[in-house]
């Protein structure tokens, strides 16, 4: 069995620092680097990408509202053309400076309101789905399992991705518990572990209600901005590895055929 660990990377601002980027690197196969709407610059960028490359670790986009203030987990009502170009926007900014990194940028994967909004939000989706099938075909879209956007993403012909994450609680239904709620983040790396190696075995996890919730992702997220997100990450690689499940991108740079398709 192959999983891939992902965290949310890339997300100081100027002098201002979110997380351990360096040692997240370390552990993690793929990162989801902030491109400068929710956080992130092009010096953090330049970092970050270079040193994913230089430990073999996938480089996706994390693209978002255009919500400093917010830290992007405010849902914006902006109109589907201006989304479209402003995903487009951040996919570039990412790719360009990965490029001189000596990397590719592989997936995407939406931020924060972004990505629940487009759960259920088709026009936002679209906008999204738009942007990704017109800058590069190749580029697999990551996302929640049963949403819209990676429905409408797989009738484009893109590639899709399911992500769990390991350190979120979950509604019945599969989607994420939002945050203003109690037990909506969890801290305790032990039983975060536990539920990571049942979610790469398809064994159920509980939801809020202590009720059995089965996922099968195709990678599993770690936050970046957690904390004591490092510990947490480490935990569940090595019980991810003890319990015989390798650890690998889900994604592959691939040769520059598709810009543009």
Known sequence: MTVDLNSDLGEGHGSWT???????????TSANVACGFHAG??????HVTAQA???????GAHVAYRDLTGFGRRFIDVD???????????????????????GRVTYVKPHGGLYNAIVHHEEQARAVV?????????????????????DLAEKEGLQVAHEAFADRAYTP???????????????DATQIARRCIAMATGEPI??????????????????????????IARQVRSALEQAGIELAPFTRAKPDTARGA
């Open 53 to 59: 490359v230089a430990n073999g670790v996938a480089i």
């Open 41 to 46: 610059d092009p010096s953090i960028m330049r």
């Open 130 to 150: 738009a942007a990704v099938a017109a800058y590069d075909r190749s580029l697999v879209l990551m996302g929640l399992p049963g949403s819209v956007v990676l």
């Open 206 to 231: 509980k939801d809020i209600n202590g009720d059995p919730l089965t996922l099968t992702p195709d990678s599993i997220c770690v936050h970046g901005d957690t904390p004591g997100a490092v510990e």
């Open 80 to 102: 589907a053309p201006t989304l479209r170009d402003e995903v487009t926007y951040q996919m570039g900014a990412l790719d360009a400076i990965t490029r001189q990194a000596g």
């Open 18 to 28: 979110m997380g351990d980027d360096d040692t997240l690197l370390s552990i993690v």
């Open 173 to 187: 239904e599969g989607t994420l518990v939002s945050r203003k709620e109690p037990g909506a983040v969890l801290h």
